[in-house]
């Protein structure tokens, strides 16, 4: 089976732009109407194929980026396409509250690849991570401590991000989040990465989980090791606690398994997916052990929640990338990276390299990241896209079929660019 798609890069020629979506000039398009959130370089993406993206000039990029860790096929994969088409002309929203076949089929094959008995699907990471925390608040309610009382308290970790709605916000340990909308969703006291004692002093009467993301991916790619993460399973299960895992960016095959926990052969009571699920779609999933299905009609939902449009690109998706030998070759591209990366970590006096499977961080040193990211988006004739999740590195998350002939062009861009900014 060929996992990659026809590489763009083969052909000297780049496609032309369409010319419904072609305006020469930035400047003349109405962009003022969008609220300012981020800032955003000018330039307009119209199209995209595998591991490339083209801009309103032409100009093409290639994408070490791929929607943040979500495009897991690279853009407009084939199977993605045909999922969209075939169920957009068959159903697109009965409701939420009645069955269809693709929200049946994906929440079976995502049961039996993970082991946790129950799926519900949400549309976004932070939605599926705020299911994740009603579960626990709810399994809390039914599991009260000795003196009777509920327990709701989550622990998290300093530095974790679990998403942008207020209780999301309010388990992260992003520093500044506490204080920007605040007040903060209270019940989640942080403790240290790695440092188990740090867990077991927050413990207390209302303590009813652990959440953590097995790599910390906007931290900066920092993994949980896997003793701590044995350890946390340990802890928690003594404790009678719950231990849920934030799978939304390590998760569908991101870091060379289909679940990074596996690496630590440990098993999780809750875990969430987002971003990769999707292959770029707005989908995310809730899993949980049979035992910890708790929710009563009424409890938990949504309007788009498990609609068959979006469940079934997510089906295409997870079939492919739970299809034989995929795995195998997304740490097959990844030691490749690896490799490459280390290499130019030791030519230009960086700190080396970190990260599972195709979710990696190289540690530059010193803080050009944002400037390279830059530098990068602007080479000419090709852009390379680019992310510095912290500004003393930069963080690669290519499509999971990602290939050599693409990892060896942006390792011989980034060798241009280090050898100009260092
Ligand atoms: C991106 C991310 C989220 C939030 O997902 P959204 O789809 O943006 O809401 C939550 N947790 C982790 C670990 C993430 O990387």
Same mark, same amino acid.
């Given at each position: 089976?060929?996992?990659?798609?026809?590489?763009?890069?083969?052909?000297?020629?780049?496609?032309?732009?369409?010319?419904? /979506?072609?305006?020469?000039?930035? *400047?003349?398009?109405?962009?003022?109407?969008?609220?300012?959130?981020?800032?955003?370089?000018?330039?307009?993406?119209?199209?995209?194929?595998?591991?490339?993206?083209?801009?309103?000039?032409?100009?093409?990029?290639?994408?070490?980026?791929?929607?943040?860790?979500?495009?897991?096929?690279?853009?407009?994969?084939?199977?993605?396409?045909? =999922?969209?088409?075939?169920?957009?002309?068959? !159903?697109?929203?009965?409701?939420?509250?009645?069955?269809?076949?693709?929200?049946?089929?994906?929440?079976?094959?995502? =049961?039996?690849?993970?082991?946790?008995?129950?799926?519900?699907?949400?549309?976004?990471?932070?939605?599926?991570?705020?299911?994740?925390?009603?579960?626990?608040?709810?399994? #809390?309610?039914?599991?009260?401590?000795?003196?009777?009382?509920?327990?709701?308290?989550?622990?998290?970790?300093?530095?974790?991000?679990?998403?942008?709605?207020?209780?999301?916000? &309010?388990?992260?340990?992003?520093?500044?989040?506490?204080?920007?909308?605040?007040?903060?969703?209270?019940?989640?006291?942080? =403790?240290?990465?790695?440092?188990?004692?740090?867990?077991?002093?927050?413990? #207390?009467?209302?303590?009813?989980?652990?959440?953590?993301?097995?790599?910390? #991916?906007?931290?900066?790619?920092?993994? *949980?090791?896997?003793?701590?993460?044995?350890?946390?399973?340990?802890?928690?299960?003594?404790?009678?606690?719950?231990?849920?895992?934030?799978?939304?960016?390590?998760?569908?095959?991101?870091?060379?398994?289909?679940?990074?926990?596996?690496? &630590?052969?440990?098993?999780?009571?809750?875990?969430?997916?987002?971003?990769?699920?999707? #292959?770029?779609?707005?989908?995310?999933?809730?899993?949980?052990?049979?035992?910890?299905?708790?929710?009563?009609?009424?409890?938990?939902?949504?309007?788009?929640?498990?609609?068959?449009?979006?469940?079934?690109?997510? !089906?295409?998706?997870?079939?492919?990338?739970?299809?034989?030998?995929?795995?195998?070759?997304?740490?097959?591209? /990844?030691?490749?990276?690896?490799?490459?990366?280390?290499?130019?970590?030791?030519?230009?006096?960086?700190?080396?390299?970190?990260?599972?499977?195709?979710?990696?961080?190289?540690?530059?040193?010193?803080?050009?990241?944002?400037?390279?990211?830059?530098?990068?988006?602007?080479?000419?004739?090709?852009?390379?896209?680019?992310?510095?999740?912290?500004?003393?590195?930069?963080?690669?998350?290519?499509?999971?079929?990602?290939?050599?002939?693409?990892?060896?062009?942006?390792?011989?861009?980034?060798?241009?660019?280090?050898?100009?900014?260092?």
């Amino acid at each position: 089976m060929s996992l990659a798609q026809p590489s763009a890069a083969a052909s000297s020629t780049s496609p032309t732009t369409p010319k419904a /979506a072609r305006h020469a000039k930035f *400047a003349d398009l109405p962009t003022q109407a969008l609220l300012p959130i981020t800032t955003r370089p000018e330039l307009v993406f119209t199209h995209g194929k595998g591991g490339w993206l083209y801009d309103h000039e032409g100009k093409r990029y290639l994408d070490f980026i791929q929607g943040w860790a979500v495009n897991s096929l690279g853009h407009c994969h084939p199977v993605m396409r045909d =999922a969209l088409a075939t169920q957009g002309s068959l !159903l697109l929203n009965p409701s939420p509250a009645y069955y269809n076949l693709p929200m049946i089929e994906l929440a079976d094959l995502l =049961a039996n690849l993970s082991g946790l008995g129950k799926v519900f699907f949400a549309n976004s990471g932070a939605e599926a991570n705020e299911s994740a925390i009603k579960l626990a608040r709810k399994w #809390g309610q039914l599991h009260p401590n000795s003196a009777g009382k509920a327990r709701f308290e989550i622990i998290t970790f300093k530095n974790a991000f679990h998403g942008r709605t207020l209780a999301t916000m &309010s388990a992260s340990g992003k520093p500044g989040w506490d204080t920007i909308f605040a007040p903060q969703v209270p019940g989640f006291p942080k =403790a240290e990465l790695n440092d188990i004692a740090s867990v077991e002093a927050l413990i #207390g009467p209302e303590t009813v989980a652990v959440m953590l993301e097995p790599i910390q #991916g906007e931290a900066g790619v920092v993994p *949980a090791t896997p003793e701590f993460m044995k350890a946390l399973r340990e802890l928690t299960t003594a404790r009678g606690l719950l231990l849920i895992v934030d799978e939304v960016q390590t998760g569908c095959g991101r870091t060379g398994t289909l679940f990074q926990y596996q690496q &630590s052969g440990i098993v999780p009571d809750i875990m969430t997916l987002g971003k990769g699920i999707g #292959g770029g779609v707005p989908l995310a999933a809730m899993l949980c052990g049979d035992e910890f299905a708790v929710f009563q009609p009424g409890d938990q939902g949504g309007t788009y929640n498990g609609n068959p449009l979006m469940c079934a690109v997510g !089906l295409a998706v997870m079939r492919t990338v739970s299809s034989p030998g995929f795995l195998e070759f997304v740490r097959a591209q /990844a030691d490749y990276l690896s490799a490459g990366l280390q290499h130019l970590s030791s030519r230009y006096g960086g700190q080396g390299e970190r990260g599972a499977g195709l979710l990696r961080a190289l540690l530059l040193g010193r803080d050009i990241g944002p400037q390279l990211v830059e530098a990068a988006r602007d080479m000419t004739p090709d852009g390379l896209l680019l992310n510095s999740a912290r500004p003393n590195l930069l963080r690669f998350m290519p499509a999971l079929n990602v290939s050599r002939e693409e990892i060896d062009q942006m390792l011989s861009m980034l060798d241009t660019l280090l050898a100009k900014h260092v």
